[in-house]
Each structure stands twice: as C-alpha cells, then as structure tokens.
C-alpha cells in the first residue's frame, strides 16, 4: 500500500515541485553565502537556516502574499519563501544600493513590506510583540489577513514571548507563533535551556492551542499550517506551534560547534527535509534521480549568475548614510 | 612585561576573580564552552564548573534581575550581556531595581554587581547589535559606568568593579578586543573615578572614550610628526568622572576636542562640555570647545555606510588641525566685568 504522502503528491505534482523547487533555492542560496563568506566578500554576520528549509516553505506556501510574517536573524528560508527577491537579498548581504534594504540592514534585518514581510528581528524575542500588534491591527480593521510569527526555542526564554502570547490570547489574534525548535539557541541545547519535552506546552499557561510537529516532513507542516490559517480566517487563534527541526551548521558564521558531538549532527541530518521530499518524488516518479540533479545544477547555475551580477552592483552612496532616518 | 589583548585580560581577570572569592560568580548567555559572545568566558566552566559559570537562557531581563537579587544577599555575580544593545531589555532591572535599592532601603541592601558588555560598530552587524549607549546608563544615579579602552585597564577596571559594593557597568569595545598591551600578572585593581592621560601634550586636549581613545592616539601620533603636540585624556569611567583631571588637561592646553562614538546629540560628550562649560577653565578657552561623535544615525550595515557613521583617525586629524590652523578667532574669551 502507498502511502499517504505519496499519494498525495501524486495527487498535486506540480504543487510540490514547486515547493521542492523553493527548498532547493534557500539551500543553495545559503550554501552561496558561505561559499562569499570564505572568499571574503561578506562584512558583517548571518546565520543559516540549511536543514530547516521545510518549515518554511511548507508553513508559508498557505498564506497569501497579503498576509504578513515576521522573522528573526535566522530568516533566510522565511524571506524567500515570502517571495523577497533573491537579488535584492544577496545584494542585501553584499551591502550594495540595490539590496532589498538598501545595504543598512543586512542579513539580520532583511524586511519587505510589498510582500507583507515584517521584518527580521535581530533582537532575540523582538519580533513577537510586533507580530501580535500586526494581528491585532487585522481584527481592529476586519481584515481577513494573518501573521505567522517566525522564532527559535531559545527565544521562547524572553518575557516578550511570554507577555505576547498572553495578549494574543486574552484578545484573540489571528496570529501563529510558529516556533523551528532546532535544538540550539547558539551553543545553547534546548534540554538544557527549558524544562520541557516540547516548546507546545508552553501554550496551556496562555490558553493558547498548541501543536507539536516533524518540522523536517514538509507536508505535516503544510497541512497543519493550511488548518491553522483556516482556522484563523474565521476568526479563531492564537496558535503556538513547535515543528521540531536541526540547525545543520553552527550559530553564524564564526562557531564551530564545539557543545556538540559530530555523531548527533550525523544522526539528526539523516533526517532531511530536502532528501525526504526527493526521496518521495523518485518513488512517486515524479522526477528520477537524474532530473534532481540537472534541476539543481540549474538553480546552482542561475544563483551564480546572479551573485556575479549583484557583484558588479554600486555601493550606497555617502549620502544614503543619513538618508531615510525620519519617515517624510 | 608579557603583553595581552584586551580580551586576553578580561578573561584572566575574571579567573582570578572566580580563583579568589568564592561569592563571584559569571551569568551569561553561551559563557560555557562557547565562552560567550566573544570569547571573554573561554575556559572558565571548564575550570570553575557550570555552577560558578553560569549558562543561561536568553533572558536579559531576568539574568540581571536574578543578579539584582543574588548580589543583595551576598553573592557577587559578574553578568555578560552578549551584545550591549540587549541591556535595553535589562533596563528596568538595571535602572529601576539595581540603581535604587540601596537608597531606597536607606543602605540597608547593597548591589555589587557587575555587568559588562560588549559595545558598538565596526563589525557590520548593523543597527541592533552596533549601537554605543553608555550615556544611557551614565545618567542614572545609583550606577558606575566603566568604559575601559585598553588591555590594562580593561583587567584593572574589571576587579576594581568586581570589588565595588555597587552595580557596574562595563561597556567594552568590540574592536578593542584584538587590541595588545603590557598586562601585569595577577590581580591589580585600576581605580574607579579616575582619567589616565594617554599621552601627553601642549596643544590641545582630545578627550575621548572607548575605541576612540585608540584612534585618538594614532592621530595624535600622526600629529606629532608635523610637530603638533595633542594630550590625550581617557576618563575610564564616565561615571564617577575624574572631572579634575579633565580639567587640568584642558587649563594647560586651552584647547579642547571631545571624541565618542556614541551620537553626538545627548551624548557623553555634551556631558564633558558642560562640565568644562561650567568651570573655570571655560575662561582660559582659546576657541570653542569641539565635538566629534557618530552620525546621528542607527548604524547602517554595509561596510562603506557603516565607516562613514562613526569617527575614523582621519577625521580626528582632521579636526584638530583645523582647530589649531584655519581658526583665525585667536583669543581668549572675555571674562565679563
Ligand atoms: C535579546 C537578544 N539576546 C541575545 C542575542 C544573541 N543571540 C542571537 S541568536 C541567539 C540564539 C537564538 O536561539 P533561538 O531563538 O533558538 O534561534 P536559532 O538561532 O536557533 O534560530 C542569541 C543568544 C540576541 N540577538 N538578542
């Protein structure tokens, strides 16, 4: 008997691959960052999300471009699966006029209002009451839009998750605190942060319902996603859910993992979100071995394009220092 | 003598401080094998245990409330706040709790407790992790503030405030963390409340904080080979300052440049003009007192922005021979009759 993922990407092939498509591309834009990072080429810090990619693709493929999202340092995957322009991210990262922040925010501060992307926080805990304010606003103004509130375990730690998700709750915000519990809140191992098996009990305290999920099975992160922001068109929410996952490399760019051994990481890697949703395709034959590949070496090929061309891009101007403090 | 950097001598001190008294303790976000955001902490779990070097969760707030409360029944914790933008997070437990409770139980309760924390730009981390807002901290009576700029003083300064029987916070700089010097072994203590001059000179008196001390000096140095003789005075700690010394620096050269990385507008520096606006020194000014600080801008993150934010050597260069050479207006201010 198949089963039940299989059938369903059976079901929708095309709708997977694109959501193959767009895990592929966060990897291999991140791998591209570490690849400039060793060459130099990048002036200041960011941190990886390669190993989480399902979580954000599988979470944000049900909202629409309208509704919002806010992230935190960690937002490559969530940026582009809003729909932020990779060029405007590398060249972001690059620190060049055309970046989508002009160059001043940076890896950490990436934000997109055109694509209801509230900003990446590198405040630890910074983005949930702004996320809640964001939900609060929708229901003072009837709109039917929702926030899916992007952060780490660790950042469950910080009051201002623990007052944000009160509010949300006494006044019931169509908002998701989606929580990637990668293990790790820098050298920091959850076990030994939190007292807990799992960040989704931390919703009874707030009466807010709670989920625990495979946060590197891309489709339960959908369907449970797609249940939730139903859920809060009609009115219902908060939600907190965990979708536990693993940090592949270290914290940002200069860690080398020394409070870990290399056996886990071989352990939870075998887990990953990318290799299971190919795996899947080869069984369905939705796509062999071979068109993985050539697929992949042609996002490769196209990324690299691009960082070439993002290179040739100016830098800010002088004058763009002290452009845009006050709002006109 | 053997030379350190900066963090070299921040790391040894707190050994020291853990080797000799039993009531210090570290509080930290990753301060174990991590050895916090910077490397500050590297080795001491090891050696002292998780107990006295203390791992925590990302709670600001709480790790210096819990330091509030530990310090006031007879510990003395030493808290790393990993990036010094995040004691906004910690503000109230810092300003409205730790600057307080001795005044307010009427000496009843004391708070020695330390918090030292790495500050401002140069790495490209952009506006939350860059920002210098020590000013912030040295307006709160109630709070010692310490701003150490070298190696020698960062370890002086740290045991000194690790012996202090009230809440201290240290902003260290970043980019003075690779920085060397002549480090002495074992424990010493660099007073409290008071300015070390950098190096001596006629001309005109630079007053400068934190890494700016360091750049002050390579101007100065620059200076001196087109036979300028600038005196660089470094208070260490804004507060208590070492108004006296400051002054005197200024009575002798009758020129003064003041230099911080921090923005200009309500900064440190509008602190130090008007305490030498205020005094009698102000009368022998040959011109006005000068400022040079940060842009009055959130730190940008490209690289080329982000220089362009806070003053460089070149800029204090600059301003002091401007000062000295195209400033026709030679005279003393009168004293009015
Ligand atoms: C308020 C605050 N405290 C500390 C930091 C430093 N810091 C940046 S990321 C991080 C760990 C965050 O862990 P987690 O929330 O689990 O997210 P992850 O990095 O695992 O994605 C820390 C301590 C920060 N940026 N902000």
Redesign the interface.
């Known amino acids: 008997m198949k089963n039940k993922t299989i059938e369903k990407m059976e079901q929708h092939p095309n709708h997977f691959k694109k959501l193959l498509r767009k895990m592929w591309e966060i990897r291999i834009f991140e791998e591209t960052l570490e690849q400039l990072y060793a060459k130099n080429k990048?002036?200041?810090?960011f941190h990886l999300c390669i190993g989480q990619e399902a979580a954000a693709v599988g979470s944000i493929a049900c909202l629409s471009q309208e509704d919002w999202i806010a992230s935190t340092h960690r937002n490559h995957g969530h940026s582009l699966a809003k729909g932020t322009s990779m060029r405007a991210m590398f060249a972001?990262i690059l620190?060049?006029s055309t970046?989508i922040n002009?160059?001043?925010?940076?890896?950490?501060?990436i934000s997109d209002a055109k694509n209801h992307h509230l900003g990446s926080?590198?405040?630890?805990?910074?983005n949930f009451p702004i996320a809640a304010g964001a939900a609060l606003s929708m229901k003072m103004q009837n709109k039917k839009q929702v926030v899916f509130c992007f952060a780490g375990e660790?950042?469950t730690?910080?009051?201002s998750f623990h007052e944000a998700m009160n509010l949300a709750s006494i006044w019931q915000l169509p908002i998701t605190f989606f929580i990637e519990n990668n293990q790790y809140?820098?050298?920091?191992a959850f076990k030994?942060?939190?007292r807990l098996d799992s960040i989704a009990q931390r919703g009874s305290s707030y009466g807010v319902e709670s989920f625990s999920i495979d946060g590197n099975d891309l489709m339960s992160v959908e369907q449970l996603s797609k249940r939730l922001v139903q859920r809060m068109r009609h009115g219902e929410g908060p939600f907190l859910v965990e979708a536990k996952t693993y940090r592949y490399r270290g914290h940002s760019k200069s860690?080398s993992c020394?409070?870990r051994s290399k056996e886990e990481e071989g352990r939870q890697q075998a887990y990953d979100p990318i290799r299971r949703v190919e795996a899947n395709f080869i069984e369905s034959k939705i796509m062999n071995k071979m068109d993985i590949f050539e697929e992949k070496q042609i996002i490769r090929e196209k990324i690299w394009q691009l960082v070439q061309e993002v290179e040739g891009d100016s830098?800010?101007s002088?004058q763009?220092?002290?452009a845009n403090?006050y709002a006109k | 003598m053997r030379r350190l950097t900066y963090l070299e001598a921040v790391n040894e001190a707190l050994d020291e401080a853990l080797g000799q008294d039993k009531r210090v303790f570290l509080m930290g976000?990753?301060i174990?094998?991590?050895g916090g955001g910077f490397g500050a902490t590297k080795g001491l779990e090891e050696k002292y245990g998780a107990e006295r070097v203390r791992?925590?969760?990302?709670?600001?707030?709480?790790i210096v409330g819990l330091a509030v409360g530990a310090s006031m029944t007879g510990m003395k914790p030493v808290v790393e706040l990993q990036f010094s933008?995040?004691i906004t997070?910690a503000m109230d437990q810092l300003v409205n709790q730790a600057a307080k409770i001795h005044y307010m139980s009427n000496g009843q309760f004391q708070v020695p407790l330390v918090v030292r924390t790495p500050g401002g730009s140069g790495?490209?981390?952009?506006?939350?992790?860059s920002q210098s807002l020590e000013n912030w901290l040295a307006h709160i009576p109630g709070l010692k503030v310490i701003q150490p700029a070298t190696a020698y003083d960062a370890k002086g300064l740290l045991h000194a405030a690790i012996s202090d029987n009230n809440p201290v916070v240290i902003y260290e700089h970043k980019l003075c963390y690779p920085l060397e010097a002549e480090v002495p072994e074992g424990r010493y203590t660099v007073p409290i409340g008071q300015a070390d001059i950098k190096r001596s000179g006629e001309d005109i008196t630079v007053v400068a904080t934190g890494i700016m001390v360091i750049r002050a000096l390579e101007a100065a140095e620059k200076l001196a080979n087109q036979g300028v003789s600038v005196e660089v005075v470094d208070p260490r700690t804004l507060f208590p300052l070492d108004k006296k010394s400051i002054l005197q620096s200024v009575k002798k050269t009758k020129r003064v440049l003041l230099v911080t990385e921090a923005v200009l507008r309500s900064s440190f520096a509008s602190e130090l003009s008007a305490v030498i606006a205020e005094s009698d020194v102000f009368y022998e000014l040959k011109q006005p007192i000068e400022r040079l600080g940060g842009?009055?801008?959130?730190i940008?993150?490209?690289?080329?922005?982000?220089s362009?934010?806070v003053p460089k050597v070149q800029e204090i260069e600059a301003k002091i021979s401007h000062m000295l050479f195209k400033n026709d207006k030679e005279q003393t201010i009168e004293k009015p009759r």
Do not use: R
């Open positions: 990048i002036h200041g810090t972001e620190g060049k970046g002009g160059g001043k925010g940076g890896s950490m501060h926080n590198g405040v630890v805990g910074g660790g950042a730690n910080e009051g809140g820098m050298s920091s030994k942060m939190t860690d020394l409070y830098l800010p002088d763009e220092l002290l403090i | 976000e990753d174990g094998i991590y791992s925590t969760p990302i709670s600001e707030s709480a933008d995040f997070i790495t490209g981390a952009g506006a939350q992790h842009k009055e801008v959130p940008p993150c490209a690289k080329n922005l982000e362009l934010a």
